[in-house]
Nanobody, 115 residues
């Protein structure tokens, strides 16, 4: 079973940047899609960004122009570059990878944005 481990979460001031990483425990040559979700306290988990196996991307409206999802196959890693962070971006961020319709999840990494 492939395991996903997120890293890169931290506490930053509004306007700052962070890069989240999601590393797979072994090579995943082909994916259906990779996603970054987030869950703020008392809120439902929401999709923030997606990259498909063919490289198409999707972003939640509130992060468009600020967040960028990418995948480096050789490193078995998915990234989420987050710029111009806002207080409302505060949440636990989860990596999700779908392979052959099987959904894999990491345990999350905390992002705290000070106002």
């Amino acid at each position: 079973q492939v395991q996903l481990v997120e890293s890169g979460g931290d506490a930053v001031q509004a306007g700052g940047s962070l890069r989240l990483s999601c590393a797979a425990s072994r090579s995943i040559p082909s994916i259906d899609e990779a996603n970054w979700y987030r869950q703020a306290p008392g809120q439902q988990r929401e999709l923030v960004a997606q990259i498909t196996g063919s490289g198409n991307t999707y972003y939640k409206d509130s992060v468009k122009g600020r967040f960028t999802i990418s995948r480096v196959t050789a490193k078995n890693t998915i990234y989420l570059q987050m710029n111009n962070l806002k207080y409302e971006d505060t949440a636990v961020y989860y990596c999700n990878v779908v392979v052959d319709y099987n959904s894999l999840w990491g345990r999350g990494t905390q992002v705290i944005v000070g106002s």
